[in-house]
T-cell receptor, first 115, second 112 residues
């Protein structure tokens, strides 16, 4: 069955380290998204991509970067981890482009702690 | 003003109760309105969506949109313990192919 996976599921790192969170989907979806979820803030968009070589900044993109070299993967990199980036990170993908309700399918999440 | 506001709760109800979850939004350009359900330590999953104004019913769930007042609602009839989850409203201009703006989420507990 097609699916979307994230790795690692849990990560503890230290302030200042570079961290990369992986996201892989097997639906061949064009659109991929990264969100972070924090108590009191809900889900907030970090970066998104509408296809290979396309990346766009979301609401809370400072300190994060993404690159899209193929359809299946959108890794999220924290250039220099900060304690404020302790959060649960979700990757999602959807069909499109075009108008219509294309369901965004979410991965299981990565729980990141920055000490 | 945030683009979408949702009362974060939490909300606790007895089994069989009717539950009403609500969000308001600020920009009339939004046309697609979605409700996601998120179980503990899982990713959100799409529960229902509506386009423009009106109601949509799916079993015990009804989604309602009032564009004139920028108000969206999700009603759950005959609530069950299995409905215990966090419910997030989401809005977009072009549906799920475009970036979504989420409410903060309402944690619902249905007590047997």
């Amino acid at each position: 069955d097609a699916e979307i996976t994230q790795s690692p599921r849990h990560k503890i790192t230290e302030t200042g380290r570079q961290v990369t969170l992986a996201c892989h989907q097997t639906w061949n979806h064009n659109n991929m998204f990264w969100y972070r979820q924090d108590l009191g803030h809900g889900l907030r968009l970090i970066h998104y991509s509408y296809g290979v070589q396309d990346t766009n900044k979301g609401e809370v993109s400072d300190g994060y970067s993404v690159s899209r070299s193929n359809t299946e993967d959108l890794p999220l990199t924290l250039e220099s981890a900060a304690s404020s980036q302790t959060s649960v990170y979700f990757c999602a993908s959807s069909e499109g482009p075009g108008q219509g309700v294309w369901t965004q399918y979410f991965g299981p999440g990565t729980r990141l702690t920055v000490l | 003003q945030k683009e979408v506001e949702q009362d974060p709760g939490p909300l606790s109800v007895p089994e069989g109760a009717i539950v009403s979850l609500n969000c308001t939004y600020s920009n009339s350009a939004f046309q697609y309105f979605m409700w996601y359900r998120q179980y503990s330590r899982k990713g959100p999953e799409l529960l229902m969506y509506t386009y423009s104004s009106g109601n949509k019913e799916d079993g015990r769930f009804t989604a309602q949109v009032d564009k004139s007042s920028k108000y969206i609602s999700l009603f759950i009839r005959d609530s069950q313990p299995s409905d215990s989850a966090t419910y997030l409203c989401a809005i977009s201009r072009q549906g799920g192919s475009e970036k979504l703006v989420f409410g903060k989420g309402m944690k619902l507990t249905v007590n047997p």
